[in-house]
């Protein structure tokens, strides 16, 4: 079965960490491109961070420094370290693969 199934999610204080793992089918670990989005409520889907060739790390502005993406092929799972969140980090996060598929996303509250 094709899938994307992110996990790893929840509530966390402002100054907290959290670890995002998203497990692929095998047909869905791409190589070229997996990424992290998020969408917060009443806003837009947005891309937080992504792996180019399993090498190459990118993030959005918002997130730098904070946040590490990884990938563990043997294991077929993309990974997100996300460090000092913040309320503004809060939404659920998906994760993407290279064809443009989505996992169902895991809900990440940042809250005092």
């Known amino acids: 079965q094709e899938q994307l199934v992110e996990s790893g999610g929840g509530l966390v204080q402002p100054g907290g960490s959290l670890r995002l793992s998203c497990a692929a089918s095998?047909?869905?670990?791409?190589?070229?491109?997996m990424g992290w989005y998020r969408q917060a409520p009443g806003k837009q889907r947005e891309w937080v961070a992504s792996?180019?060739?399993?090498?190459?790390?990118s993030y959005a502005a918002s997130v730098k420094g904070r946040f590490t993406i990884s990938r563990d092929n043997a294991k077929r799972t993309l990974y997100l370290q996300m460090n000092s969140l913040k309320p503004e980090d809060t939404g659920v996060y998906y994760c993407?693969?290279?064809?443009?598929?989505y996992g169902q996303g895991t809900q990440v509250t940042v809250s005092s």
């Open positions: 993407r693969n290279s064809g443009g598929s």
């Open positions: 095998e047909s869905m670990f791409s190589i070229s491109f």
């Open positions: 792996i180019i060739h399993g090498i190459t790390t």
